[in-house]
């Protein structure tokens, strides 16, 4: 019997969000490792390339997955199309940098470019072989396969490249860990996904598919090219050692919001797609998801803007505690982000693609205006100013689902305050009660046991739907297992 959306979207979400919370850690782990061995110049080989392998696989990939999951009829001739058609995508974006990479190496003036760039663009041929697979797990909710494979790939690939490092194949160690982990993942979703494309290829779907997948294409390099700009700016208005410490916290920052932003996007948009013919159904299911995302990333967020100082200390040391101060400022907008997440989901699963696109183009000229005005000012103003305008920005995204699902500014407010309120009271809390600690590990520990207790037990006091569904998901789904296992 096919499970309800509920049950569907719940185990989506667990899956995304356990997936997301593993592999950021296999990330460190493997990051750390290699970190040790190399060295800068080894990252700067591959970081030259950086640029065109993103380019090179938003290219290929243009957007199909997202369109794949807005057909509101599983055909497979759109699966087809999009798989063949990304495929000849992947080997035109190949054959011209394959035959462009001397001029790369001429432009670095770096010659080991040249086989580098040949070997390293692979990935996104490779990656072109499952962009259908992909959009069909998305359409699917099957969150769980696709993670899956992420963490088998991030494993085998990790392992590899840290083998390489050690054995002194240095900026090859990195290089083979992309290609290997596109490799892995790409044989991994094969297995996964019953989907097999037909050499009977009929191109025309892709007409119906285009028009959207085009402003996803746009979007998406437009974001790649945005924020090479903004680190360039970076580099040019502010001190190597402002830069760096800017860096170390937005790493931070990012690891943690995307991980929230990432489970969610991996429901959003089908799940939205699916009950969009019923506007009242389809506002009701977004207020939940919107409630469920505020319940976990204000929290999580928060409580990582508390911890930052001995967090910063005791994982990187305290040579890089001026990312601390940064690292705080930046959580406020990463708890606001998996939020914009949510809502361009929703936007792209109504197939406004080009408001998408609008918005997004919008928003990062905007970023790079605030960098240029406020550096004058310091680096800190200027993140002050950057923070503030992403979370005002959540105004835009605002208005356009009020236009197109009627969720007023106040029902949003409504889902969003308490938890935001209670995160930020728990918050507060937590850190005069605990400044007597003067142990940084003991800090450490204490700070995040006490946010998680006082959270969840502030939540579990006022009877939080959110926190009752999320419990009884879990306990329902150990008491099946344990049947299981028993039977």
């Not at 060295?39 to 640029?51: A, C, F, K, Q, R």
């Not at 494993?155 to 240095?170: E, N, P, Q, R």
């Not at 903004?230 to 860096?247: A, D, K, M, P, Q």
Request: overall charge positive; charged content about 10%; proline content about 2%.
């Amino acid at each position: 019997m096919e499970p309800n959306l509920k049950t569907r979207t719940a185990r989506g979400l667990l899956w995304g969000g356990v997936g997301n919370g593993l592999i950021q850690l296999l990330n460190l782990v493997f990051g750390i490792f290699l970190a040790r061995i190399l060295t800068p110049e080894d990252y700067g080989m591959v970081g030259y390339l950086t640029i065109f392998t993103v380019l090179g696989s938003s290219i290929q990939e243009c957007g199909f997955a997202n369109a794949l999951v807005n057909q509101k009829v599983d055909r497979h001739d759109n699966y087809n199309a999009a798989f063949w058609f990304s495929i000849m995508l992947g080997a035109a974006c190949y054959m011209i940098l394959f035959f462009s990479a001397p001029l790369i190496a001429d432009f670095y003036g770096e010659p080991r470019l040249v086989p580098l760039s040949r070997f390293l663009f692979l990935s996104f041929v490779i990656s072109s072989t499952v962009t259908a697979h992909n959009g069909y797990l998305m359409k699917h909710l099957m969150v769980r396969q696709k993670t899956i494979s992420q963490v088998i790939s991030l494993i085998v690939s990790g392992s590899l490249g840290v083998y390489l490092a050690y054995h002194g194949f240095a900026y090859w160690g990195i290089a083979t860990q992309t290609v290997s982990y596109v490799a892995v993942y790409s044989i991994a979703i094969w297995c996964f996904s019953p989907w097999r494309p037909s050499l009977k290829v009929n191109f025309s779907p892709l007409r119906s598919m285009l028009a959207f997948s085009i402003k996803v294409l746009i979007t998406n390099v437009f974001i790649h090219i945005n924020n090479n700009i903004f680190s360039v700016l970076l580099g040019r208005l502010f001190t190597s050692r402002e830069v760096g410490t800017y860096t170390q916290a937005a790493k931070w920052n990012q690891m943690g919001s995307s991980t929230i932003g990432n489970m969610i996007q991996s429901v959003a948009q089908p799940v939205l797609k699916e009950v969009e013919d019923d506007r009242d159904r389809q506002r009701k299911v977004l207020r939940k998801m919107l409630r469920f995302t505020s319940f976990v990333s204000f929290p999580a967020m928060l409580g990582l803007a508390l911890v930052s100082q001995e967090f910063i200390s005791v994982t990187i040391t305290v040579k890089w505690a001026e990312s601390a101060l940064i690292l705080q400022m930046l959580c406020i907008m990463g708890a606001f982000f998996p939020i914009s997440t949510l809502y361009t989901n929703l936007i792209l699963s109504k197939g406004k693609s080009s408001v998408y696109m609008y918005g997004t183009i919008a928003l990062g000229l905007l970023q790079l205006l605030v960098l240029i005005i406020m550096s004058q000012l310091g680096i800190k103003a200027m993140i002050i100013a950057f923070v503030s305008l992403n979370v005002l920005w959540l105004g835009v995204w605002q208005f356009f689902v009020h236009r197109y699902t009627e969720l007023t500014l106040r029902e949003a407010l409504l889902d969003v305050a308490p938890f935001a309120a209670v995160a930020l009271a728990v918050v507060v809390g937590v850190h005069f009660a605990t400044l007597w600690i003067s142990n940084i590990y003991a800090l450490l520990v204490v700070r995040i046991i006490l946010v998680a207790v006082f959270y969840l037990g502030i939540m579990k006091l006022l009877n939080a739907q959110i926190l009752n569904e999320t419990i009884n998901y879990l306990f329902k789904r150990n008491k099946k297992n344990n049947e299981t296992a028993q039977s």
